[in-house]
């Protein structure tokens, strides 16, 4: 019973974390998006460091609806897997007091943690794509922090 409450617990960090991001992200698109697009356009990296920018500048995207999809595709996605992880630390608590198998509740719960993980998994390898460790490294960071979050709450419920 105990592991089954830290795994709740665990389940219920990833969701509160991702929960007030997909609510800012809901009521103040701007903020997120705009470093979206200045990702997707390198920007930073086209002031900041041209010579590596003329090599690979051929991968930016400056069409603003493109953009714009990606980032709503982005937020659908997070708010796809916060209600995952809801639905996750649901089943988990309901397993503490036996009105369902554990089972059940570690697959959805690992399923959630997996779109969780995928989120941040996804965000460095198309800002690797995009070269945003040049004028972005704090997003960078981030994203693989929360990579290696979503990792070990894998690991921890799969015990």
């Not at 997120?32 to 590596?52: G, K, L, W």
């Not at 809801?86 to 959805?108: K, Q």
């Not at 996804?122 to 004028?135: A, D, K, P, Q, R």
């Amino acid at each position: 019973m105990i592991l089954l409450l830290a795994q709740t617990v665990c389940v219920g960090f990833l969701a509160l974390w991702l929960t007030s991001g997909v609510r800012d992200n809901l009521l103040y698109p701007a903020v997120n998006e705009m470093f979206t697009a200045e990702v997707m356009d390198m920007a930073r990296m086209r002031a900041e460091y041209p010579e590596a920018y003329a090599l690979v500048a051929h991968r930016r995207i400056t069409n603003p609806t493109l953009k714009t999809t990606a980032f709503r595709l982005v937020v659908a996605w997070e708010l796809a897997a916060t209600v995952t992880l809801w639905v996750g630390v649901l089943l988990l608590a309901l397993a503490i007091f036996g009105w369902i198998g554990p089972d059940t509740a570690r697959g959805v719960a690992m399923l959630a943690a997996l779109m969780f993980t995928n989120t941040w998994a996804m965000f460095l390898i198309v800002g690797n794509h995009f070269c945003y460790w040049f004028g972005h490294e704090g997003a960078q960071n981030t994203h693989f922090q929360m990579t290696l979050w979503g990792l070990g709450t894998l690991i921890f419920l799969s015990i």
